[in-house]
């Protein structure tokens, strides 16, 4: 079974913090997403990365970055919060190469910015 | 701009009748298509997916059904259960450029199955 854990399921924090979520998947795969879903929004794509020291700008990255240092993590960064990232932050992985791609998520964490 | 659209923002169905959802995509570059489910406080799960060389995929209770001169693709449940109330996305695979394995999601439909 393909596990995505994500660090936190609740987080607040306080405007312009530095504020850091984790994500760790345990199948090898090489490639890993970082999404917000907000009401009315879908899923919005943040970075996303193929391979260690890689990344990748999505469709909303401003406001964020990440870190891949090891293939098996994958760090989103909220370099000084603000309240309209309240938001649920999806991790995801995938392998890389599959003729599927079929996308693993974690189960989220949900983030309030006061 | 959107590409992939899930223009029904909620759906209610009777438990026992059939759900269906539907999606219109407007890339036809897409070659891959996938549904998940996703129950509130959790991550989206997968469901069923289907490729663009097909125009149906069954598993259980579960059909995709691709047309792809109307760039649509659809999801029945039969029959429905409460337990299928969620959002369901619809997500498209777009293989091109350098974007491989990226997928890109609609906005989302509300299930809601009553007993």
């Known amino acids: 079974d393909v596990k995505v854990t994500q660090s936190s399921r609740y987080l607040v924090k306080r405007t312009g913090e530095k504020v850091f979520l984790e994500c760790v998947q345990d199948?090898?795969?090489?490639?890993m997403f970082w999404y917000r879903q907000d009401p009315g929004l879908g899923l919005r794509l943040i970075y996303f990365?193929?391979?260690?020291?890689?990344?990748e700008k999505g469709d909303i990255p401003e406001g964020y970055s990440v870190s891949r240092e090891k293939k098996e993590r994958f760090s989103l960064i909220l370099e000084s919060a603000s309240t309209n990232q309240t938001s649920m932050y999806l991790c995801?992985?995938?392998?890389?190469?599959?003729?599927?791609?079929?996308?693993?998520f974690g189960a989220g964490t949900r983030l309030s910015v006061l | 701009d959107q590409q992939v659209k899930q223009n029904s923002p909620s759906l209610s169905v009777q438990e026992g009748r059939i759900s269906i959802l539907n999606c219109d995509y407007t890339?036809?570059?897409?070659?891959?298509f996938l549904w998940y489910k996703k129950y509130p406080a959790e991550g989206p799960t997968f469901l069923i997916s289907?490729?663009?060389?097909?125009d149906k995929n069954e598993d259980g209770r579960f059909t995709v059904f691709l047309n792809k001169s109307a760039k649509h693709l659809s999801l029945h449940i039969v029959p429905s259960q409460p337990g299928d109330s969620a959002v369901y996305f619809c997500?498209?695979?777009?293989?091109?450029?350098?974007?491989?394995?990226?997928?890109?999601f609609g906005k989302g439909t509300k299930l809601s199955v009553k007993p």
């Open positions: 289907i490729s663009s060389i097909k």
């Open positions: 199948m090898d795969h090489e490639n």
């Open positions: 995801a992985s995938s392998l890389w190469g599959s003729t599927r791609d079929i996308q693993y």
């Open positions: 890339n036809s570059m897409f070659d891959y």
């Open positions: 990365s193929y391979d260690v020291k890689m990344k």
């Open positions: 997500a498209a695979r777009g293989n091109y450029g350098g974007s491989q394995g990226n997928l890109i």
